[in-house]
């Protein structure tokens, strides 16, 4: 059944169980003044929604400028036009829990619907109960799927997202607009909610408005970069308010007065004052007003108020004239933050009163303006208010009121806590030393356990780190029985955080926690601890170390193997299997794998299954054995990938010898793109920046080049795609990123990315002529499997040795390679693009040489072999070699003396160098033989020195002034990558600096360009 409320009240949120005062304070409303674009933009985008073009608008703007009014007023109109309007907002409170704006408004929705309503939606969205307990209480218990932890949070918030998706186009209202207020306030968790809502909102009746802060807000918090990716994204339409106008003043001012006029001079001399901003303006008269002082005195009008100057000091003014129980009930508000209004009974109990007594104090402070009515319950009437109060505070009064409001909280909600531990954890900690620190511990780590078991990773890791220190503090003074068991299970719990929310600092909480149970001598822990690392180290990004995760692995299966559980086991023979994967030791990957499989299978564990099948057929691959391994991959890819399971990227990525060694790109590509376009990598970014790497890497192969540079600036960085693309024109740069890119990879211990680069850096030399080096380096990447065996790179390596034998004039050296390759690819298996490569070595050992007679029967063999190749490149895009093939042929030819069939193929290849973006020294290499069969001279490079054509476009834009980053953002390239052409060219130059490479340019016609 449908879920069909129409209206719902915009009140404030999560009413149930938040006792407040009697219902006899109301605030003094004021007329709603100007805003009228701000009004009729978000109109339109009302419009908009209500045709199913789902919206997402952002309000920012200083403090004071009107954000939330403008909000209520626009939520206010919305719900007269018959639109279900959901309202939360974040609050500027101590501990509050994650995702609270949502947990508002999901709770307004489900409170206005039935149990019948509900059991469809909760039942295919079952994690929608983590946030709303109380539907276990209507409904059930509820039993969410159980994931790894990142699927787990993208399983919630897929389950929201389809929630409100289901609400907006069920609903017989209008439309669903759903308002979140003060942003700027919120969680990290609740902000990637909100981001993964906006990515999801297609075609529905939904607008989504938020508001934020645009000052006063700290640089780092994680607000920004989650709009920076809304905005490249283009996910939101964001308004900033200005502040009002004069005339907006003027009207403003005689509202607040209760007057129909007030003297133009003091409009203007309160404009001046306040620069048109509301509360500013507010603030003003009411303390006018406090003062008793006329509007209409020729004082005022010139400006002699007798006020401080700044809005913070009226305020404090304002402050100072109330009595000493509404400062109390005040101060006890500000300490417990913007939800206080729905915590009377906990501020009864900080100021030792019946909570009845308290509702005189709040109308007297709603009446001076300090606080408003939210619904049925009350706010500050401005976060400003609040910030003055805190201000007014000492040290030592402020840490015991937090003392007094977490002990209060405890009494208060001692029949459920588990809303209320972030709140308290936080307060106990404020209270610094006149807490108990027992007390704050264990807060502290009951807060973080319960964010975790809401996927709020980032809040569990503060109040764990909190609580570590704390211990720490503590460790010379009288401890609990269990502090050393304790303070270990804490580093354990950060560490698990390295898979989620911070790499760095878990590998090191790991190792601690590891050397805190040995200690102990808790061996099980110490297995399960050396499982942990072993994963870890053996993961993509700068924490990896495949011979240190290898050693962990091999420490945990020998413990295991000694009477424990097939699961753990399971988890550990799959680490040692993907450790394989990196560090080329194919025997060894098999061997782990295929127990890992029988452990999966035995268990009938489909989650494990799908973990741990990519593995095995990678290993099967490597093996020659490519058919059992494709399909493995590709049925557990179908699996993860009905299940919507994030695995479903590790099996998309296991492609990868598929796409770039086997020579199928567009087989990786499509893997790729599809994981790009799923939801499921909105919130694993390590994730997607690796899937963006191996696209751009796949687009290359391809000969995409500009689509390549396009995902460069959002690709991993610790991939060398940058390196791939300049390998298609800057040669020299390209060999010197993959050199540097080598060493960092040996030292990781990740050979099978230290040969990729090897043998892309042999590649290098071998088609700019640099034989020596591309012998010495190739003749290396051969070295990678001769202990250990893996056909595809093998046969990949000989490939390009061979080429370079025959180049170099050792065709025996060449044949014996050649005979290697088809004596490994000769096992029935379709090998894709490489085969043509094969196929190409071929073809250039059979030609006839250049001092040989010619054999028209070897040219003939030749040349079937090079048609054999170029087919191959053709079906599986292929260009580069393509176009190789064909200046290889056409060189065959033309020592056949054949120079017309000779000049058609190299015409060809320069058509197709052209066509897909190579450098110009790829078409100087073509061109040099056809000039050759031509008996024409080359013409002389018209670039200086030996600069590269890329080199010669940095150099141009330096001369024009723009910075390292500026020119990588015009040429699509890293600064890095800049700043190396940069330093190329200073070396091929003799200059040093830019004054003097400017100087360079223009003497040599290359520059400035016009900016």
Same mark, same amino acid.
């Given at each position: 059944?449908?879920?069909?409320?129409?209206?719902?009240?915009?009140?404030?949120?999560?009413?149930?169980?938040?006792?407040?005062?009697?219902?006899?304070?109301?605030?003094?409303?004021?007329?709603?003044?100007?805003?009228?674009?701000?009004?009729?933009?978000?109109?339109?985008?009302?419009?908009?929604?209500?045709?199913?073009?789902?919206?997402?608008?952002?309000?920012?703007?200083?403090?004071?400028?009107?954000?939330?009014?403008?909000?209520?007023?626009?939520?206010?109109?919305?719900?007269?036009?018959?639109?279900?309007?959901?309202?939360?907002?974040?609050?500027?409170?101590?501990?509050?829990?994650?995702?609270?704006?949502?947990?508002?408004?999901?709770?307004?929705?489900?409170?206005?619907?039935?149990?019948?309503?509900?059991?469809?939606?909760?039942?295919?969205?079952?994690?929608?109960?983590?946030?709303?307990?109380?539907?276990?209480?209507?409904?059930?218990?509820?039993?969410?799927?159980?994931?790894?932890?990142?699927?787990?949070?993208?399983?919630?918030?897929?389950?929201?997202?389809?929630?409100?998706?289901?609400?907006?186009?069920?609903?017989?209202?209008?439309?669903?607009?759903?308002?979140?207020?003060?942003?700027?306030?919120?969680?990290?968790?609740?902000?990637?909610?909100?981001?993964?809502?906006?990515?999801?909102?297609?075609?529905?009746?939904?607008?989504?408005?938020?508001?934020?802060?645009?000052?006063?807000?700290?640089?780092?918090?994680?607000?920004?970069?989650?709009?920076?990716?809304?905005?490249?994204?283009?996910?939101?339409?964001?308004?900033?308010?200005?502040?009002?106008?004069?005339?907006?003043?003027?009207?403003?001012?005689?509202?607040?007065?209760?007057?129909?006029?007030?003297?133009?001079?003091?409009?203007?001399?309160?404009?001046?004052?306040?620069?048109?901003?509301?509360?500013?303006?507010?603030?003003?008269?009411?303390?006018?007003?406090?003062?008793?002082?006329?509007?209409?005195?020729?004082?005022?009008?010139?400006?002699?108020?007798?006020?401080?100057?700044?809005?913070?000091?009226?305020?404090?003014?304002?402050?100072?004239?109330?009595?000493?129980?509404?400062?109390?009930?005040?101060?006890?508000?500000?300490?417990?933050?913007?939800?206080?209004?729905?915590?009377?009974?906990?501020?009864?109990?900080?100021?030792?009163?019946?909570?009845?007594?308290?509702?005189?104090?709040?109308?007297?402070?709603?009446?001076?303006?300090?606080?408003?009515?939210?619904?049925?319950?009350?706010?500050?009437?401005?976060?400003?208010?609040?910030?003055?109060?805190?201000?007014?505070?000492?040290?030592?009064?402020?840490?015991?009121?937090?003392?007094?409001?977490?002990?209060?909280?405890?009494?208060?909600?001692?029949?459920?806590?588990?809303?209320?531990?972030?709140?308290?954890?936080?307060?106990?900690?404020?209270?610094?030393?006149?807490?108990?620190?027992?007390?704050?511990?264990?807060?502290?780590?009951?807060?973080?356990?319960?964010?975790?078991?809401?996927?709020?990773?980032?809040?569990?890791?503060?109040?764990?780190?909190?609580?570590?220190?704390?211990?720490?503090?503590?460790?010379?003074?009288?401890?609990?029985?269990?502090?050393?068991?304790?303070?270990?299970?804490?580093?354990?719990?950060?560490?698990?955080?390295?898979?989620?929310?911070?790499?760095?600092?878990?590998?090191?909480?790991?190792?601690?926690?590891?050397?805190?149970?040995?200690?102990?001598?808790?061996?099980?822990?110490?297995?399960?601890?050396?499982?942990?690392?072993?994963?870890?180290?053996?993961?993509?990004?700068?924490?990896?170390?495949?011979?240190?995760?290898?050693?962990?692995?091999?420490?945990?299966?020998?413990?295991?193997?000694?009477?424990?559980?097939?699961?753990?086991?399971?988890?550990?023979?799959?680490?040692?299997?993907?450790?394989?994967?990196?560090?080329?030791?194919?025997?060894?990957?098999?061997?782990?794998?295929?127990?890992?499989?029988?452990?999966?299978?035995?268990?009938?564990?489909?989650?494990?299954?799908?973990?741990?099948?990519?593995?095995?057929?990678?290993?099967?691959?490597?093996?020659?054995?490519?058919?059992?391994?494709?399909?493995?991959?590709?049925?557990?890819?179908?699996?993860?990938?009905?299940?919507?399971?994030?695995?479903?990227?590790?099996?998309?990525?296991?492609?990868?010898?598929?796409?770039?060694?086997?020579?199928?790109?567009?087989?990786?590509?499509?893997?790729?793109?599809?994981?790009?376009?799923?939801?499921?990598?909105?919130?694993?970014?390590?994730?997607?920046?690796?899937?963006?790497?191996?696209?751009?890497?796949?687009?290359?192969?391809?000969?995409? &080049? $500009? !689509? +390549?540079?396009?995902?460069? /600036?959002? @690709?991993?960085?610790?991939?060398?795609?940058? %390196? *791939?693309? #300049?390998?298609?024109?800057?040669?020299?740069?390209?060999?010197?990123?993959?050199?540097?890119?080598?060493?960092?990879?040996?030292?990781?211990?990740?050979?099978?990315?230290?040969?990729?680069?090897?043998?892309?850096?042999?590649?290098?030399?071998?088609?700019?002529?640099?034989?020596?080096?591309?012998?010495?380096?190739?003749?290396?990447?051969?070295?990678?499997?001769?202990?250990?065996?893996?056909?595809?790179?093998?046969?990949?390596?000989?490939?390009?040795?061979?080429?370079?034998?025959?180049?170099?004039?050792?065709?025996?050296?060449?044949?014996?390679?050649?005979?290697?390759?088809?004596?490994?690819?000769?096992?029935?298996?379709?090998?894709?693009?490489?085969?043509?490569?094969?196929? &190409? $070595? !071929? +073809?250039?050992?059979?030609? /006839?040489? @250049?001092?040989?007679?010619?054999?028209?029967? %070897? *040219?003939? #063999?030749?040349?079937?072999?090079?048609?054999?190749?170029?087919?191959?490149?053709?079906?599986?895009?292929?260009?580069?070699?393509?176009?190789?093939?064909?200046?290889?042929?056409?060189?065959?030819?033309?020592?056949?003396?054949?120079?017309?069939?000779?000049?058609?193929?190299?015409?060809?290849?320069?058509?197709?160098?052209?066509?897909?973006?190579?450098?110009?020294?790829?078409?100087?290499?073509?061109?040099?033989?056809?000039?050759?069969?031509?008996?024409?001279?080359?013409?002389?490079?018209?670039?200086?020195?030996?600069?590269?054509?890329?080199?010669?476009?940095?150099?141009?834009?330096?001369?024009?002034?723009?910075?390292?980053?500026?020119?990588?953002?015009?040429?699509?390239?890293?600064?890095?990558?800049?700043?190396?052409?940069?330093?190329?060219?200073?070396?091929?130059?003799?200059?040093?600096?830019?004054?003097?490479?400017?100087?360079?340019?223009?003497?040599?016609?290359?520059?400035?360009?016009?900016?």
């Amino acid at each position: 059944m449908a879920m069909r409320p129409t209206r719902v009240a915009a009140g404030p949120a999560g009413s149930t169980d938040r006792p407040g005062l009697p219902a006899r304070v109301r605030a003094r409303g004021t007329r709603f003044v100007g805003r009228e674009p701000e009004l009729a933009a978000l109109a339109e985008r009302m419009q908009a929604a209500e045709r199913g073009e789902s919206s997402v608008v952002l309000l920012s703007g200083e403090p004071g400028i009107g954000k939330s009014r403008l909000l209520r007023e626009f939520s206010a109109r919305a719900l007269a036009d018959g639109w279900l309007v959901l309202s939360g907002r974040a609050y500027d409170t101590e501990g509050m829990p994650p995702y609270l704006p949502f947990v508002d408004v999901l709770r307004q929705y489900v409170h206005a619907s039935s149990d019948e309503e509900l059991q469809p939606i909760v039942s295919a969205a079952p994690e929608i109960a983590m946030l709303l307990p109380e539907i276990a209480g209507r409904l059930g218990p509820v039993s969410p799927r159980r994931l790894d932890p990142e699927s787990e949070r993208y399983a919630l918030f897929q389950a929201v997202s389809e929630f409100f998706l289901h609400a907006a186009n069920s609903t017989e209202a209008r439309g669903l607009l759903i308002c979140l207020d003060d942003l700027h306030w919120a969680d990290r968790s609740t902000l990637l909610l909100f981001q993964h809502l906006a990515r999801n909102m297609v075609a529905a009746r939904l607008c989504l408005v938020g508001t934020y802060r645009t000052v006063g807000v700290d640089a780092g918090h994680s607000l920004f970069p989650i709009l920076a990716d809304l905005t490249r994204e283009r996910l939101y339409e964001a308004i900033s308010l200005a502040p009002l106008s004069p005339e907006e003043t003027a009207t403003l001012v005689t509202t607040l007065a209760s007057r129909k006029t007030v003297s133009p001079p003091l409009i203007e001399s309160i404009y001046d004052r306040t620069k048109g901003n509301p509360f500013f303006i507010e603030e003003v008269v009411r303390h006018l007003q406090g003062e008793g002082r006329d509007l209409d005195d020729p004082e005022l009008v010139s400006g002699k108020w007798g006020m401080p100057e700044g809005v913070r000091q009226v305020i404090g003014s304002r402050i100072a004239r109330l009595s000493h129980e509404d400062r109390r009930l005040l101060q006890a508000a500000a300490i417990l933050g913007d939800e206080f209004g729905q915590m009377f009974p906990v501020i009864a109990r900080m100021l030792d009163v019946e909570v009845s007594t308290l509702a005189e104090t709040v109308e007297e402070a709603v009446s001076a303006g300090m606080l408003r009515a939210d619904g049925q319950s009350y706010r500050f009437a401005h976060a400003l208010i609040r910030d003055a109060l805190l201000d007014e505070l000492p040290l030592p009064r402020r840490q015991r009121l937090h003392l007094s409001a977490a002990c209060a909280m405890e009494d208060a909600y001692a029949r459920n806590l588990e809303p209320r531990l972030s709140a308290i954890a936080v307060h106990c900690r404020l209270a610094g030393p006149f807490a108990d620190g027992e007390k704050a511990i264990d807060y502290s780590i009951r807060a973080g356990e319960a964010a975790r078991k809401a996927f709020a990773y980032e809040e569990a890791q503060v109040h764990w780190e909190a609580a570590l220190d704390l211990t720490g503090q503590r460790s010379s003074g009288a401890t609990s029985a269990d502090a050393p068991g304790r303070r270990a299970r804490l580093l354990e719990h950060l560490g698990d955080l390295v898979f989620v929310a911070d790499w760095h600092n878990g590998v090191d909480y790991l190792e601690q926690a590891l050397k805190a149970f040995a200690e102990m001598g808790h061996m099980e822990d110490v297995a399960r601890l050396h499982s942990k690392l072993g994963r870890s180290l053996s993961m993509f990004g700068q924490t990896m170390d495949i011979d240190r995760s290898l050693e962990h692995y091999r420490a945990a299966e020998a413990a295991l193997s000694e009477g424990q559980g097939q699961p753990a086991l399971g988890y550990v023979y799959s680490g040692l299997a993907t450790a394989a994967m990196f560090s080329i030791r194919t025997e060894d990957g098999l061997t782990a794998s295929r127990r890992a499989m029988e452990i999966a299978e035995r268990l009938g564990n489909e989650g494990f299954w799908m973990t741990v099948a990519p593995v095995y057929g990678w290993h099967m691959i490597a093996n020659g054995e490519l058919g059992g391994g494709v399909s493995l991959m590709n049925r557990a890819y179908q699996i993860a990938d009905g299940l919507n399971h994030t695995s479903a990227f590790f099996a998309a990525w296991s492609r990868d010898p598929i796409g770039l060694i086997l020579g199928d790109p567009g087989d990786f590509e499509g893997h790729m793109r599809r994981e790009l376009a799923s939801p499921r990598l909105a919130h694993a970014p390590r994730q997607r920046q690796v899937a963006l790497a191996e696209l751009g890497s796949a687009l290359v192969a391809s000969g995409r &080049l $500009a !689509e +390549a540079r396009l995902v460069l /600036p959002d @690709a991993n960085p610790d991939w060398p795609l940058d %390196a *791939l693309i #300049e390998s298609k024109g800057d040669w020299d740069l390209a060999a010197a990123r993959f050199a540097d890119e080598e060493e960092k990879f040996r030292r990781r211990g990740d050979r099978w990315n230290e040969w990729r680069c090897c043998w892309w850096r042999g590649q290098v030399y071998r088609v700019s002529g640099r034989y020596e080096d591309a012998h010495e380096v190739l003749a290396r990447a051969l070295g990678f499997v001769a202990s250990a065996r893996h056909v595809p790179l093998e046969v990949a390596t000989r490939v390009d040795l061979a080429l370079l034998c025959v180049e170099t004039g050792h065709a025996e050296a060449a044949a014996g390679h050649v005979a290697r390759c088809l004596q490994l690819i000769s096992n029935g298996e379709d090998w894709r693009g490489l085969a043509g490569r094969v196929a &190409l $070595a !071929e +073809a250039t050992a059979a030609a /006839p040489g @250049a001092r040989t007679r010619v054999d028209t029967g %070897a *040219l003939g #063999e030749a040349e079937a072999h090079f048609q054999t190749a170029i087919d191959s490149f053709r079906r599986y895009s292929l260009p580069w070699d393509e176009a190789e093939a064909l200046h290889l042929w056409g060189r065959a030819l033309l020592r056949a003396r054949r120079r017309g069939a000779a000049l058609e193929k190299l015409d060809a290849a320069i058509d197709l160098y052209r066509r897909h973006g190579a450098g110009r020294r790829f078409i100087d290499r073509v061109e040099a033989d056809k000039k050759g069969a031509l008996g024409t001279a080359s013409r002389p490079d018209s670039r200086p020195d030996g600069l590269t054509e890329r080199e010669v476009e940095v150099l141009r834009l330096l001369a024009t002034g723009l910075s390292s980053k500026e020119i990588g953002e015009a040429l699509v390239l890293s600064v890095r990558t800049v700043e190396r052409h940069i330093a190329n060219l200073y070396t091929k130059t003799g200059t040093h600096g830019r004054a003097q490479a400017t100087a360079y340019a223009l003497s040599h016609d290359l520059g400035p360009l016009t900016r």
